[in-house]
């Protein structure tokens, strides 16, 4: 691939709601550029972006796929994204490395969830947006329909650059409004005829939306406009570029991926009106209290984003980037800010789906990747040494489902670290981590298709059987009332014995406070040297609970009394009689379970409040408070964690998928009775399994 100055690049990531056609859109235009001889099919699994063993067996795109293509002295860097929320981090990586993003609907479907999060995201990164309009072929399809519910959800005026001719099964093309031509397309050639009779009307029509539209935010073009003087092809083309970066409104192309039509608009759309690097504001989001973006520029020294991480079995670990100033070359050192290493750049890369090629330099604004740095990760920032630039990592939400991994023996535990640790280097909104509480390993993720795909990978990189469940709620054990007691061991087999005797008060300290010990013994009737064990025994015998096997919080133990032998007493038989000491008193000071209670943030359409509200007030929940925010509403309440572990799939279904909450740890407080004798009976029963 030739070099390219930042001029003449494109970075355009095609995002929207799963299922709307962006692999497909992305299949024709490899197919028109001739850089496929057939065109891939995602239900084939031979696509040139869905390369992944997951998304060819799912027949859904899971990763952020980058495609260097050329077009007409210009390189384009594709970005086919996810669909699913699921893989959040692909999705706003990708957006935020992008300089436009290609909203991609399904013409039967409309404005779905995919694409109102990628609005989002778009607008949290200062990116500009357009929209295609895809699946016209199908039936009920409905371009005009769809046009409005683009207006109607972001509240932008949606002016389209081309038409459909035909409907539904007799679509068969598109109308440039730039050119006021049909577009006739094919992968040896494009041409342009005169519209259809029957359409000259509408297009007319709509070209003098998009003339005005473009003529708005430009004072020459305006006073051309209203002294009805044509405009030429170049100024619709300036006032389209500038209507979208002053975000007045959004482009609006259309076609079907399917039968490759409204593939050339398409290109010319991104080569004409999508910017350059250097005409974007900047990079957002720079670790400098002083300024929020940086711009981009070929003068500055070096600097790039790592926003992708691949563990690639051939090239070995890939690391995808943005120049963000400067350039960089092959055979370079290069600096991570994060790590405090240097880094030798062996091999840069621009990247076709699997396909890699070798580049001798990279632009500012351009995208790449580099095989096998030693230190760099995810979100890091690579630098020429001396430059002190360093930005933000992406903002990406917290994890909203967990499951805990399950498996047969000691040794698939042990192969599942490493593999564990290769799975969270390429997906930072995965966590993994050992629960020593209720001894488990537990999985944490965006969704339950994002913890289905991890599972496959672990299994794969890990060559063992894996399996998930539900984790289990991590339950505390406390005491509600004060009592005293004694704890004696004595042990006595021919020779030196072994003597302790310990009495002890328990009584219940506030929510949170934790355990105290107090030596209130007099006299010495036990020496102060055993005061240590002795509390080291309490201490263990709180780890394995009093009722259900939980650890016990919140108590305070005085020593008080006892007795020693002045042979036979020692540390082992002082720590042990503390421990029974615990025991014997806990089972008398009216022991309870406490269960962790979260606190809730739920973000969703206003029109599931009902529903949403509901549904918690059956998961023993307490609302705190609701407030409206446009045409959502956000839910604060406090819900028992062993309520929550099915609610990423429950708010997915009560909102078609709108909906999104955040969760974090508030306090313990006790279980309701008949839930206690539940807990009871479970723990009796797994430990009688594992003996």
């Not at 609907?105 to 357009?130: H, K, T």
């Amino acid at each position: 691939m030739k070099e390219y100055t930042s001029e003449n690049i494109r970075n355009i990531a095609l995002a929207g709601h799963s299922g709307s056609g962006k692999t497909t859109l992305t299949e024709a235009i490899l197919y028109y550029l001739k850089y496929t001889d057939r065109l891939g099919r995602v239900d084939a699994g031979n696509t040139v972006s869905d390369y992944d063993p997951e998304e060819i067996s799912r027949k859904v795109s899971i990763n952020a796929s980058l495609l260097s293509l050329e077009y007409k002295g210009h390189k384009i860097n594709l970005l086919d994204l996810p669909g699913y929320r699921d893989f959040v981090n692909e999705i706003k990586n990708g957006i935020r490395v992008a300089d436009t993003v290609l909203i991609v609907l399904d013409a039967v479907s409309g404005v779905e969830v995919g694409a109102e999060f990628v609005w989002e995201y778009a607008e949290e990164y200062d990116i500009p947006r357009a929209f295609f309009i895809n699946k016209l072929d199908k039936e009920h399809a409905d371009f005009e329909s769809v046009l409005a519910g683009i207006k109607e959800e972001f509240g932008k005026n949606a002016v389209p650059l081309t038409l459909p001719i035909g409907k539904e099964a007799s679509f068969s093309g598109v109308i440039d409004l730039i050119r006021m031509k049909k577009v006739v397309e094919s992968r040896e050639k494009v041409s342009y005829e005169p519209i259809p009779e029957e359409q000259k009307e509408q297009a007319e029509q709509w070209r003098q939306v998009l003339i005005e539209a473009a003529a708005e935010g430009d004072d020459e073009l305006t006073m051309k406009y209203l002294e009805d003087q044509p405009l030429t092809d170049e100024e619709i083309l300036r006032g389209i570029k500038e209507g979208m970066r002053d975000r007045r409104f959004v482009p609006v192309l259309c076609g079907s991926a399917y039968n490759c039509l409204g593939i050339y608009p398409l290109l010319d759309f991104i080569l004409n009106c999508v910017p350059s690097p250097l005409e974007m504001p900047g990079f957002v989001n720079v670790e400098d209290s002083s300024k929020k973006v940086a711009e981009y520029d070929p003068q500055k020294p070096f600097s790039a984003y790592v926003f992708k991480t691949v563990s690639d079995p051939y090239a070995g670990r890939l690391s995808f980037f943005k120049v963000i100033t400067g350039e960089i070359m092959a055979d370079s050192i290069v600096f991570n800010v994060n790590k405090n290493k240097e880094e030798k750049i062996s091999h840069l890369l621009s990247i076709r789906g699997k396909k890699q090629e070798n580049v001798h330099k990279l632009s500012t604004g351009d995208i790449g990747a580099v095989a096998k740095l030693s230190a760099t990760a995810t979100a890091d920032t690579l630098v020429a040494p001396g430059n002190t630039v360093k930005y933000a990592p992406t903002k990406l939400p917290a994890y909203t489902c967990q499951m805990a991994l399950v498996t047969d023996s000691k040794t698939a535990e042990e192969k599942i670290g490493m593999a564990m640790h290769r799975l969270t280097e390429q997906d930072p909104t995965l966590q993994i981590w050992r629960d020593h509480e209720v001894r488990q390993t537990i999985i944490a993720g965006m969704g339950d298709t994002h913890l289905d795909v991890a599972l496959s990978r672990l299994r794969t990189f890990a060559n063992v059987e894996i399996r998930m469940e539900t984790p289990r709620v991590p339950y505390k054990e406390t005491i509600t009332k004060t009592a005293k007691g004694q704890g004696k061991y004595k042990r006595q087999s021919g020779g030196r014995g072994q003597y302790g005797d310990v009495w002890l008060e328990l009584s219940p300290l506030p929510r949170g406070e934790g355990f105290q010990f107090e030596w209130k013994i007099v006299g010495g009737v036990i020496p102060s040297k055993y005061q240590p064990s002795i509390e080291k025994g309490i201490r263990e015998a709180m780890e394995k609970g009093i009722i259900a096997g939980y650890p016990v919080v919140d108590v305070k133990a005085v020593c008080y009394d006892g007795s020693h032998h002045s042979v036979d007493s020692s540390d082992i038989a002082f720590k042990i009689a503390g421990s029974m000491a615990f025991r014997n008193v806990a089972q008398q000071a009216n022991p309870i379970v406490l269960e962790p209670i979260m606190n809730l943030k739920v973000i969703a359409p206003e029109s599931n409040m009902g529903d949403i509200l509901g549904n918690l007030s059956g998961k023993r929940g307490r609302i705190l408070g609701q407030e409206l925010k446009g045409n959502k509403v956000i839910i604060h309440a406090q819900v028992p964690l062993g309520e929550m572990f099915e609610y990423s799939r429950e708010l997915r279904s009560m909102t078609q998928g709108r909906g999104t909450y955040e969760m974090e740890f508030s306090h313990y407080e006790p279980v309701p009775p008949q839930l206690q004798e539940k807990i009871i009976a479970e723990a009796e029963q797994r430990k009688a399994q594992e003996e």
